[in-house]
């Protein structure tokens, strides 16, 4: 028993004297060896700040401490904005990095690791999926098809951009995503204006291996959001103003100050959170944010569900059943579909409303509701109103068509002008009052002209 007791008191003795001889270390781990002032006088000396200085030679510095990095951030500032920024080491005093530009205010454009995207940005995850999207949807008998290098600008065309922003380098990344996209947009009006027929895929893998490829990239996607993705801010913006609804405040120009250029959405982006902020509610910081989770798997899996009824509508019975599964296969293999659902963005949601338009297409009102919700969630898709409020307008008939003469061509006329007005009158009429109702709330608080200036 005497000799228990005197190895727990010796165990006891070394704990306490372990414990003394760390508490100093941990004690000036909070207390920086270089001063606030030295952090300036080293700043100075980085080559973005010396150029900075010499053309402009009032800037103001500031050096403040990081609190979740411990780092100083020595700011240069001419008046309220910051010009520089250098970030030292408190310990060593070395310079870790330096930024200008839009690089400053926006620390998502430095490229670091997990910013955006998270583990789908790992090559053991990124060149996978690229290949299954690929290889999955390539016809192997004609292998040199246009269609081909259509999946190829996609995920090598966007790659490259993508692999520079992920260094850090905009400055390379922004040019760089301009030539796919606009081959992207020719192609879709050659396609569009052309209507070359068997020009679209003809994927060589069995239908049967795609669906069982589409449902297991489906437990990935949700599994990977579940256990490592983030939420960026547009995900957090959309709960806040979720959160704003819920509460009966206004949305706009009341955002919290870590995120106070989050209201720049239309309305229907922070409406679509509602129920999600509700089931999960924000808990006022920036923290897990589960309900940006939930909306953002809704949002993706919504739209897959969307394309697969296109498919079903465009074409009948089992060609359409097939076509809905190739769908939901290109956009669940597509890794930009992953990496935006890894961000928590609210990008599907635009995919989502979108892909309902389409399936409201043969009513007018519907599909002017549905673009209307969509173009009150971002507003790109306003540029598709007057294609969506003409659809069916302008068809005429052969027999119209092959005759001649003025009665002939003021009949054309007269029935086009009533084709015209009784599609474009009812599509126009429930786009303007879904915009209105949607609205409604951020015009009358805090009004026009502060919904106008936010977004």
Same mark, same amino acid.
């Given at each position: 028993?005497?000799?228990?007791?005197?190895?727990?008191?010796?165990?006891?003795?070394?704990? &306490?004297?372990?414990?003394?001889?760390?508490?100093?270390?941990?004690?000036?781990?909070?207390?920086?060896?270089?001063?606030?002032?030295?952090?300036?006088?080293?700043?100075?000396?980085?080559?973005?700040?010396?150029?900075?200085?010499?053309?402009?030679?009032?800037?103001?510095?500031?050096?403040?401490?990081?609190?979740?990095?411990?780092?100083?951030?020595?700011?240069?500032?001419?008046?309220?904005?910051?010009?520089?920024?250098?970030?030292?080491?408190?310990?060593?005093?070395?310079?870790?990095?330096?930024?200008?530009?839009?690089?400053?205010?926006?620390?998502?454009?430095?490229?670091?690791?997990?910013?955006?995207?998270?583990?789908?940005?790992?090559?053991?995850?990124?060149?996978?999926?690229?290949?299954?999207?690929?290889?999955?949807?390539?016809?192997?008998?004609?292998?040199?098809?246009?269609?081909?290098?259509?999946?190829?600008?996609?995920?090598?065309?966007?790659?490259?951009?993508? #692999?520079?922003?992920?260094?850090?380098?905009?400055?390379?990344?922004?040019?760089?995503?301009?030539?796919?996209?606009?081959?992207?947009?020719?192609? &879709?009006?050659?396609?569009?204006?052309?209507?070359?027929?068997?020009?679209?895929?003809?994927?060589?893998?069995?239908?049967?291996?795609?669906?069982? &490829?589409?449902?297991?990239?489906?437990?990935?996607?949700?599994?990977?959001?579940?256990?490592?993705?983030?939420?960026?801010?547009?995900?957090?913006?959309?709960?806040?103003?979720?959160?704003?609804?819920?509460?009966?405040?206004?949305?706009?120009?009341?955002?919290?100050?870590?995120?106070?250029?989050?209201?720049?959405?239309?309305?229907?982006?922070?409406?679509?959170?509602?129920?999600?902020?509700?089931?999960?509610?924000?808990?006022?910081?920036?923290?897990?944010?589960?309900?940006?989770?939930?909306?953002?798997?809704?949002?993706?899996?919504?739209?897959?569900?969307?394309?697969?009824?296109?498919?079903?509508?465009?074409?009948?019975?089992?060609?359409?059943?097939?076509?809905?599964?190739?769908?939901?296969?290109?956009?669940?293999?597509?890794?930009?579909?992953?990496? &935006?659902?890894?961000?928590?963005?609210?990008?599907?949601?635009?995919?989502?409303?979108?892909?309902?338009?389409?399936?409201?297409?043969?009513?007018?009102?519907?599909?002017?509701?549905?673009?209307?919700?969509?173009?009150?969630?971002?507003?790109?898709?306003?540029?598709?109103?007057?294609?969506?409020?003409? #659809?069916?307008?302008?068809?005429?008939?052969?027999?119209?068509?092959?005759?001649?003469?003025?009665?002939?061509?003021?009949?054309?006329?007269?029935?086009?002008?009533?084709?015209?007005?009784?599609?474009?009158?009812?599509?126009?009429?429930?786009?303007?009052?879904?915009?209105?109702?949607?609205?409604?709330?951020?015009?009358?608080?805090?009004?026009?002209?502060?919904?106008?200036?936010?977004?």
């Amino acid at each position: 028993m005497d000799l228990r007791l005197g190895r727990a008191l010796l165990l006891a003795a070394s704990l &306490a004297l372990l414990a003394t001889l760390l508490s100093p270390g941990l004690a000036g781990a909070d207390s920086p060896k270089i001063t606030q002032t030295r952090a300036i006088q080293i700043a100075k000396t980085d080559p973005k700040a010396i150029a900075a200085l010499k053309d402009h030679p009032n800037l103001v510095p500031s050096a403040s401490r990081n609190q979740s990095t411990g780092l100083w951030e020595v700011g240069f500032f001419a008046r309220s904005d910051e010009v520089v920024q250098v970030v030292i080491d408190p310990v060593g005093g070395n310079i870790l990095e330096s930024w200008t530009g839009y690089q400053v205010a926006w620390r998502m454009a430095r490229g670091y690791p997990g910013a955006f995207g998270r583990m789908v940005n790992a090559p053991y995850i990124w060149l996978p999926l690229c290949a299954i999207f690929v290889l999955g949807l390539l016809d192997w008998r004609r292998p040199f098809r246009l269609a081909h290098f259509d999946l190829l600008v996609i995920v090598a065309g966007f790659g490259l951009s993508h #692999y520079f922003f992920n260094k850090g380098n905009i400055g390379l990344s922004v040019p760089l995503a301009y030539p796919p996209l606009l081959y992207l947009l020719t192609r &879709a009006l050659w396609l569009g204006f052309r209507r070359v027929k068997g020009s679209g895929l003809r994927p060589s893998m069995p239908i049967a291996v795609l669906a069982i &490829a589409t449902v297991v990239l489906i437990a990935g996607r949700i599994t990977l959001n579940a256990v490592d993705s983030n939420v960026i801010d547009v995900g957090y913006s959309g709960v806040i103003g979720a959160d704003r609804i819920g509460d009966r405040k206004p949305i706009y120009d009341n955002f919290p100050s870590d995120d106070q250029s989050g209201d720049t959405y239309g309305p229907v982006a922070y409406y679509a959170y509602v129920p999600f902020e509700q089931a999960l509610p924000w808990s006022g910081t920036w923290d897990d944010l589960p309900a940006a989770h939930a909306a953002s798997i809704f949002f993706d899996l919504g739209t897959m569900v969307a394309l697969f009824l296109l498919g079903r509508r465009f074409r009948r019975g089992r060609r359409g059943t097939d076509l809905g599964i190739l769908l939901c296969f290109g956009w669940a293999a597509c890794p930009y579909t992953a990496f &935006a659902l890894e961000s928590n963005t609210n990008d599907a949601l635009v995919s989502l409303t979108l892909a309902a338009t389409l399936l409201c297409l043969t009513s007018a009102p519907a599909r002017g509701i549905m673009l209307a919700l969509s173009s009150m969630t971002k507003f790109a898709p306003l540029a598709l109103g007057p294609l969506f409020a003409t #659809y069916g307008a302008t068809a005429v008939s052969r027999d119209a068509s092959a005759t001649s003469g003025p009665v002939a061509r003021f009949v054309r006329l007269t029935g086009f002008l009533r084709r015209y007005a009784k599609v474009v009158i009812p599509f126009t009429i429930a786009f303007a009052v879904t915009i209105l109702v949607v609205c409604f709330q951020a015009l009358q608080n805090p009004g026009l002209s502060t919904f106008w200036h936010r977004t």
